[in-house]
């Protein structure tokens, strides 16, 4: 960059300094941050910070914590059930690829449980799948009498509940990205397909998937992330009940640092959370790179 | 045995505007036909519409001797190329080219057969196993002819494969296609808006203008006898010089006066149906036609010259009697002219085409 | 016979195979509308509830439409609801997430814009290494940093007040909306940045008069993108903002939390209607700036 002259340090290096603000942000408040929740990991803190090293004696009694597996294993369930979204999504998409009248309309009513607070998302569900005065008792009231859709109420199927208000929420997202990436094939790549005389869903099966398998390993990061991170529509649903079956890690460590004021066990539960994500993260571009390799 | 006969055949966009109005034509077994035309004067959809992609709202297609108007485009034996390739870009070449045969249920010792011949045919056996985005524009294209040629179709489209080559690359497919063509004889409707490409390469043309058959004939024909205004200025490059003027009729002769009082003699020029004495028409001269005085017949100036040497010929931008012209000349011809003179020079009066003023067909 | 330019653009090929064969159209048109109803159910639900008296809520005929709608109910979630401090309703709610929003809408574009223009436009040392670590930062959960957070905010005494709620926004939102910023004006031709800088423009100049003028759509996307994350969050809100001071969705939760006393339903969906319009609005009325910005969120990772 060429230096004018006369001009003073600061319009010199103006977009340097223009940075700064973000940069430090970045590194006081995430990094940093980070750096603080690992270190506090391994003291004997408590209600207050106590610098006395441990080691990972906070680590053991988190894993000891049979609330902790508990939530770690809903975790699982739930990051797979929320897979849901995407499959959904992407059949969605594909339906609406067939160029029919009311498309605008279709798209608008799946999307717009996006706009919506989770908290409402909890709150509704909750809602919906009240014992006697939600749909339990509709479907009772058709005829099925001993109907049970009691799901929050049930330590077995209260997850499932969770999945299927976060489906709910999410799938008109993974709809736009999945339609962004079928649109992605050039119309005369279809004309040839009919000339060709290859049918839509051999179309699918061997050209749009994939084309999609980028979009594909991103929804899954994503959906991934988003498990790890989902709160709000816990404590809207079930507030981790009944008996901490629907606890999410997430929840399970503002419960620590809030109620339960422990922040060693917190801080661990948080250096867990962020090796997961990191890990997912990694994870992804392993499998972006390796896939690249193969071209 | 692989005719292909377009009849009546109309196309609308939505109910009302007419791209294509009863339109017929009558392909032979192992033509090259080319359809030419300006954006927008339906060649495309033409084609699209004989390829079965779009539909008609009247009239008959027929291909290889069957009735395919309400056909799906697999069922017609037609394969196509198109202007962006169209390849199947998560497939290999090798996949591309073998994908419709698959789908055939063909057994995959015939595929693999065909394949690695067409591959031969077009000289892209090294690249078979490689991605669309691998390659080169070049290889592209081949790849995308290969795929339509390994189908053995009894017609075989092609909508502007060279547009989007560059000029030296389009110049070697060009002639890539006309020893295709040559060794494979099967039939070929090519779309494009070059005329220099429908020129070299076509049997036929059938020039398009405004979704109608400006003209359909050969090459040679289209450029000595154009049958209108359209596509005498369409094909040809420099394009062809048009004098306005008016008809004299003197006896036995015919004298073409134009406004500023030039005449020529067209005597000779065989007119369909002659004109009445002082119609309106217009002298269409090609910039081959002007020659260095030969001696015979009246001469013309040419004045207000600007030359363009182009190495084997050059281009001389003047004016005959008021009107701006394009002559083209042998560079030796021009040796020692000044451009500031008036140039004199004879015409080829064989070699002219009149119009009618306001009809624009030849006379 | 010159052919319309407006048609000419449909002249090229119907784009995809038209799921010609009707039977499944019929299909799709069937599955799809089913799943409509499915996504559109819990809308319905929540309007219909909070038109009903409690006494028909009770019958537990949770479709039926209201024998006598009435905004009762609305009124209740709005004046008069018990939502945590006092019997304020949602009105404060409403006002409190106002407050918040402005504040983080101002500051999250102000520095994250300037920051991805720098980036973008400019050579910046570091510049690739700021915009890794940034992506990194996206990506990390909230619980990792909320206890620091706290103890910061706390120190600069911006705990539990409703600007310290819109310090952490922003400070969340700047990963991501710095990237996003970066790849907009990235698209910027380099041309019309080297042409300003040959006008004498320097970075500021050519920010506010070349590059900002080109960028009204982003700016809309980012503002729809924030104001939805922003006023539908819950627990930045609840950790961070005043009691006394709560945006609406805590309170919503808040209301619809209580353990004592009869669980009023129709007024918990009025509360959470009421907390929902604003940004269903915003839905409704945006469409497709809606989609890029939840997509250019994403496309990110």
Redesign the interface.
Known sequence: ?AK?KG?SFV?RH???L??V???L???V??????V??MV?SMTASKIFPDMTFVGVKQYIRLFSDALWALSLSNLGWYALGSLGSLV?GFF?AV??????AGE???K?????????????TG???Q??F?P????Q??FR?LGLQDFDFNLVGKKETVMWALVIASI?QS???YM??SS?GIKG????????????????L??YI??II??MKFTFL?SF??LS?GA??A??II??MT?GGPGGHSELP?YY??DM??NRQN?GM??A???I??AL??GF?LLFGAINLLSKKK? | MSTVSVKNIDKVYQGKTHVLKDLSLAIESGEFLVLLGPSGCGKTTLLNCIAGLLDIEGGRIEIAGKDVTNKDPSDREIAMVFQSYALYPTKTVYGNMAFCLRMKKKPKSFIDKKVQETAELLQISELLHRKPATLSGGQRQRAAIGRALVRDAAVCLFDEPLSNLDAKLRTEMRIELKKLHNKLRSTFIYVTHDQVEAMTLATRIAVMDGGQFSQISTPDELYEHPANMFVARFIGSPAMNFIAGTLRLEGAKSILVTREGLEFDVSHYPFVVKPSHGHQVVLGLRPESFHRPTGKGATYQLTNGILEPLGATVLYYCQLGGTDVVVSFNPTDLQGVKTDQALEVSIDLEALSIFDAATELRL | MKIDPSIRSQMILPNRLPAKNPLSKAIFYLLLSVFAVLFAMPLYVMIVTSLKSMDEIRMGHIFALPITPSFDAWDMAWNKAASGFDNTGLKSGFWNSVIILIPSLAMSVAFSSVCGYALACWNVKMGNFLLMALLVCAFIPFQVIMYPLIKMSVAVKLYNTSFGVSVVHTVLALPILTMIFKNYFASIPEELIKASRVDGGRFWGTFVYVVLPLSPNIMIVVAIMQITGIWNDFLVGLTFGNVKAYPMTVNLNNITQTQTGVRVYNVYMAAAMLTAIPPLLIYFFSGKMFIRGITAGALKG
């Open positions: 960059m004018v001009t319009h103006a977009a340097s223009a940075v603000p973000v940069m942000i970045a590194l408040f995430y990094f940093g941050s980070a603080w929740s506090m959904l969605l339906m609406l690829e067939s160029n029919l605008r309309f279709f608008t009513v799946f999307l717009y449980p996006m706009a919506v607070s989770l908290i409402i709150l509704v569900w809602w919906l009240n006697s005065m939600g749909l008792q509709f009231d709910w799938t008109g997202f736009v990205l962004a094939i050039d119309s005369e790549v279809w004309a040839a397909s009919r000339i060709d005389g290859i049918s839509k051999r179309m061997e050209v994939p084309m991103t990061v994503l992330i790890v991170k709160y709000d404590v809207a507030n997430s460590i503002v640092y809030v922040i917190g801080a539960g948080s250096t959370l962020l994500v990191l993260i071209e």
